[in-house]
């Protein structure tokens, strides 16, 4: 079974920076692309980032030039860098793992932005 822990949410003013992390418990299960996802209340899950096996990266235009997504697959570990922060970026941010069969998902992370 494969489990996915997010850390690094919490409460920062606008403008402000945060750093997201993402470690994958494999059990020795391949993970290929991985990504995060957010759901601000009242609204559906969408995507923030995603980084292919090889680390080509996709990003939502909402969050273009100030996100940065990256992996360390060694340390099993997905990062978001996020910068020039905005109220509009509060959301729970979801940590996704792409396996062979089927997706994993964390139990997401509260990023608020807020003076």
């Known amino acids: 079974q494969v489990q996915v822990v997010e850390s690094g949410g919490g409460l920062v003013p606008p403008g402000g920076s945060l750093t997201l992390s993402c470690t994958v418990a494999k059990n020795g299960l391949t993970i290929y692309a991985m990504g995060w996802y957010r759901q601000a209340p009242g609204k559906q899950r969408e995507l923030v980032a995603r980084i292919s096996s090889t680390g080509r990266t996709n990003y939502a235009d909402s969050v273009k030039s100030r996100f940065t997504i990256s992996r360390d697959n060694a340390k099993n570990t997905l990062y978001l860098e996020m910068n020039t922060l905005k109220p509009e970026d509060t959301a729970v941010y979801y940590c996704?793992?792409?396996?062979?069969?089927?997706?994993?998902w964390g139990q997401g992370t509260q990023v608020t932005v807020s003076s």
């Open positions: 996704k793992a792409q396996g062979s069969a089927k997706s994993y």
